[in-house]
């Protein structure tokens, strides 16, 4: 084989030379276990010689044992790794390969082609520079070649090739070869992928992957491997883009450096460059790129490095420093593609971790504009997003970061999103571009501030915010604690749920989805409310942590006091004022707090009235005692 | 300009190692004395620079290394100036756990599996270097760069956090951990390449030398020191060996070779074809036997 070097043997110096220059192309391989994929992997890991003796007798007592290919080879099993998807015969996560010839070495993301595994596909694209979708010549383009095409599209990646696998089993036939082209082509145009590459081949026997196939001589292009070699890595490409640098670590080893330390998303630096940093916009000169084998005259897209500047600004873990000339975005709302993977649903309003470079900062989606369907790429609306959807969505975040549209470059343009309690990676964003709003709306300054407001009405305003089980008390209790506050004279405003889902609120529902919304909107009022210098209490079951977490975040630290109205739910079963358990229970009320949806107690509530030992008016006078002592009720 | 495979990988070990400082604690960085682990320090004194790495290197020891191991890595440590800890599982220095009377599989487990969580647990890491690559073995294929480890030091294959783009979620509760694995994308041949390039230190077991040995279940074992017991009427042959991978000495095969530079070790290592990890004598158990051993905490 050509790429396998006689240089080895003859001049090992010679060879190692050459291959110090060798470039990286990532690529993935998407299609269904039938498709033949882990079979052409393992066949051009077999074909460029990088597999060892021990590893191929090993595939050869494996082929007799689970093997699937008769007597013959059994080159998925080179792939198929975790013992429980060996007894399946299927490959369930992604997987990477490594091989290499005389000008590249590969590194292969293998992903599976089930449906439901959407997250993964997402996840080995999200690195890669060129896709090979494996089509089944027998089968021609389906459902999941479609899906699978939109998602590599979705994910910015621009070279693909389509392998019509198994052209053995069609007699190497030329017009299906062609019929499969012209089907998949005008399916292309409509997603935008514009380089795409058809090669018939079959990985069982061989043809077209290394060498071309004697059995298809109508065919005169190039191979899999003559495509995978010449492919563009993209290198160029992002070395064209304007120069960014997330700043992922300060490097401080004496008070006279104070390097930068992160790896160049895009562009070229020089020393001498003029830079700005955002978000700030402070700007300096590039003084020095520091490596430890001396300074560097130049550095691109892809390496990591060290910048020194020439002026002491102020920058941290999260900034990005970008070219003066045309520095990154700089906005706090953004319209996103959102790709779900969790078990756990997307619930708008709830805030969620976003990490973008080397930042994290809080967001929420404030709207699902649509879902799409991936096998269709129909839009369809949606109030939530559930594991392996994809849609369209605003995001809020709580401070502004430096961006770029993920259609210009990955790195400044793509996030993750992690749920704050479990500390999963819950969903994958690209930033399409910034809302508008973000740019234009400003906070209004106003003259008349909280305090003055407050002092206005001689009291300190704060949130009293009860939760509790439905029939814990909280309304009973609330009530009487804003007649004893209001009869000694205090501004006081109640929100109660059942009301509040008379008006505000009476366009939702029960499902967690609309639970979220309804607590950020009482969240929201609340805080207006405190601005307004009330005394504001809540009492809605308020269910889940995060949202009560989000609601003390509104306002200031001594504003907001949680209140636990604790009865175990047999004591609130037994109560049933409303008769809402007994619905619960024959299956008339779905989505029920305690019975089918759950309530997350409290770890660790400002205070705890438990309504066993105390009665409602008790309850209601140590609130306010308790409110007095926090010095909630001014002097 | 573009970038060879090398520099991108560099780039990329640099990038996880900077981001792990700045998120965790408390990271180590596991010190295996081998040419992975010389790969991995040589990598962490170009992600810092002019700065130390600032985390110390970790030696779980099995007190059956080669003394030229020790030598290497006190060197090592001594001209880098950094801080090293070593740790040796007291329990197994009690029971005197050794390969020969206890066999592999027990002193793998008690002196590196039980000696690196105790480790771990006695000084608090919440995140560890370690220089396993995706290319020695296939579950390891599947593993993330970020792995997280329950209190109880456990993998769980079936709950990873999807690592897309360039961006790691190395968010944990209080007694969770994580091992991370910033060589995972290099196979064997592009570190002797990134050896012979950038000229990193290694430990001279691995050039051929003329070395006592005896043969052994069909490995040539090294007599390194006094307390490798002789069998009857066994007598040490002087050969001219090296060794492609390093631990317990009594478990590591040498093979006999001339390789004694660079390129005619990765010339060897070409022609040859004989996986690295043929030579540890714990992997010949069975295809799923990492698997396991990882899902009980061995590195």
Redesign the interface.
């Known amino acids: 084989m050509a790429h396998i070097s006689d240089l080895i043997a003859t001049d090992i110096e010679q060879y190692l030379q050459a291959h110090e220059k060798k470039s990286l192309l990532r690529f993935i391989t998407c299609g269904s276990v039938d498709d033949g994929k882990s079979t052409l992997i393992g066949r051009l890991l077999y074909e460029s010689k990088m597999l060892f003796e021990d590893q191929l007798a090993a595939m050869e007592a494996d082929s007799k044992k689970y093997g699937t290919q008769g007597e013959n080879l059994d080159f998925a099993l080179l792939v198929d790794g975790l013992a429980a998807e060996r007894e399946q015969g299927i490959t369930i996560d992604v997987a990477y390969c490594f091989f290499s010839t005389d000008k590249r070495k590969f590194i292969v993301a293998d992903t599976p082609g089930h449906e439901q595994y959407t997250r993964n596909m997402v996840t080995g694209a999200s690195t890669d520079a060129a896709a090979v979708l494996m089509v089944d010549a027998r089968r021609g383009v389906l459902t999941q070649t479609r899906r699978h095409s939109y998602l590599v599209s979705l994910l910015g990646i621009r070279h693909i090739v389509v392998a019509i696998n198994k052209m053995d089993l069609v007699d190497y036939a030329e017009p299906v070869f062609r019929r499969i082209c012209d089907d998949y082509r005008s399916f292309a145009a409509q997603i935008g992928l514009d380089d795409v590459t058809f090669i018939p081949m079959s990985a069982y026997k061989g043809d077209n992957i290394i060498e071309p196939s004697a059995s298809m001589p109508w065919y005169h292009g190039t191979t899999l491997m003559g495509y995978l070699e010449t492919v563009e890595v993209d290198d160029q490409r992002l070395q064209k883009q304007p120069f960014r640098l997330p700043v992922q670590w300060v490097n401080r080893p004496n008070l006279d450096f104070r390097g930068f330390a992160g790896t160049i998303a895009g562009g070229v630096v020089k020393p001498g460059d003029r830079v700005r940093v955002q978000p700030s916009g402070k700007e300096s000169t590039v003084a020095r790129i520091v490596t430890r084998d001396g300074d560097l005259e130049q550095a691109v897209a892809g390496q990591s490095i060290t910048l020194t500047l020439a002026d002491e600004i102020d920058i941290s873990r999260g900034d990005v420093i970008s070219t003066a000339d045309a520095p990154a975005g700089s906005a706090d709302q953004f319209e996103t593609t959102l790709v779900w993977m969790h078990d756990e649903p997307l619930l708008p309003g709830r805030p969620y971790l976003l990490k973008i470079g080397a930042k994290t900062v809080t967001a929420t989606v404030t709207h699902i504009k649509y879902q799409v369907n991936v096998n269709t790429l129909e839009h369809v609306a949606a109030r939530t997003l559930e594991l392996n959807a994809i849609g369209v969505c605003n995001l809020s975040l709580d401070r502004p970061i430096a961006f770029d549209p993920y259609a210009d470059n990955r790195d400044t343009g793509g996030f993750i999103l992690i749920d704050r309690l479990s500390n999963n990676t819950v969903g994958a964003g690209l930033i399409h571009f910034a809302l508008r709003r973000s740019q234009n709306i400003h906070m209004q300054h106003v003259d008349v501030d909280k305090a003055a407001r407050a002092s206005l009405k001689h009291q300190k305003p704060c949130v009293l915010w009860f939760t509790g089980l439905s029939g814990a008390g909280k309304s009973t209790i609330a009530n009487l604690v804003e007649k004893k506050l209001h009869a000694h004279g205090y501004h006081t405003y109640l929100l109660d749920g059942d009301n509040v889902r008379h008006g505000l609120n009476k366009d939702l529902g029960f499902t967690e989805a609309d639970r979220v919304e309804n607590i950020r909107r009482v969240a929201e009022v609340a805080k207006l409310m405190v601005d307004a210098g009330l005394i504001v209490i809540t009492a809605f079951i308020s269910p889940f942590r995060a949202e009560r977490q989000m609601a003390r975040s509104l306002v200031a630290v001594d504003e907001f006091i949680e209140v636990f109205i604790d009865t175990p739910l047999d004591v609130a079963e037994g109560r049933d004022a409303k008769g809402l358990y007994k619905k619960a229970r024959r299956g008339e009320l779905k989505n029920f707090t305690g019975i089918d949806s759950p309530y997350e107690a409290p770890e660790a509530p400002d205070v705890r009235i438990n309504t066993v030992t105390m009665s409602a008016d008790e309850a209601a006078t140590y609130l306010v005692l308790e409110l007095q002592r926090r010095g909630g009720l001014g002097d | 300009?573009?970038?060879?495979?090398?520099?991108?990988?560099?780039?990329?070990s640099?990038?996880i190692m900077?981001?792990v400082?700045?998120e965790a604690e408390n990271p180590v960085m596991l010190y295996s004395i081998g040419k992975d682990s010389a790969v991995m320090l040589h990598l962490a004194?170009?992600?810092?620079?002019?700065?130390?790495p600032p985390f110390p290197l970790l030696h779980v020891d099995t007190r059956w290394k080669f003394r030229d191991m020790y030598a290497f890595r006190d060197e090592m440590v001594s001209k880098l100036g950094l801080d090293l800890i070593v740790h040796i599982n007291p329990e197994g220095i009690a029971k005197d756990i050794n390969p020969f009377t206890h066999g592999s599989a027990i002193h793998t487990d008690i002196m590196k599996t039980e000696g690196l969580k105790q480790a771990l647990d006695k000084y608090g890491f919440d995140a560890a270097f370690g220089g396993a690559r995706?290319?020695e073995e296939?579950?390891r294929?599947?593993e993330r760069i970020f792995s997280f480890r329950t209190a109880q030091h456990r993998w769980d294959?079936k709950s990873?956090?999807?690592?897309?783009?360039?961006?790691y979620?190395a968010?944990?509760?209080k007694g969770e951990s994580m091992r991370v694995f910033p060589l995972?994308?290099w196979?064997e041949?592009?570190i002797w390449?990134y050896i012979?390039?950038e000229k990193v230190p290694i430990v001279p077991l691995y050039f051929a030398a003329v070395r006592p040995v005896v043969a052994r279940d069909g490995a040539l074992i090294m007599v390194d020191d006094e307390r490798m017991p002789l069998h009857p009427g066994e007598v040490p042959m002087m050969k001219k060996v090296r060794f492609r991978t390093l631990g317990c000495y009594p478990l590591t095969g040498a093979v006999e070779s001339e390789a004694d530079t660079l390129?005619?070790i990765?010339?060897e290592m070409?022609?040859?074809?004989?996986?690295e990890r043929?030579g540890r004598v714990i992997d010949h158990d069975s295809?799923?036997s990492m698997?396991?051993k990882k899902q009980e905490g061995y590195f």
Request: hydrophobic share 35%; proline share 6%.
């Open positions: 300009m573009s970038l060879t495979h090398l520099q991108r990988l560099e780039a990329e640099i990038h900077r981001e400082v700045a004194m170009k992600a810092f620079h002019p700065a130390r995706r290319d296939k579950s294929a599947k294959p990873q956090r999807p690592e897309l783009w360039k961006l979620n968010r944990k509760h995972s994308n196979t041949l592009d390449q012979y390039l390129p005619a990765i010339q070409l022609l040859t074809k004989t996986s043929q295809a799923a698997e396991k």
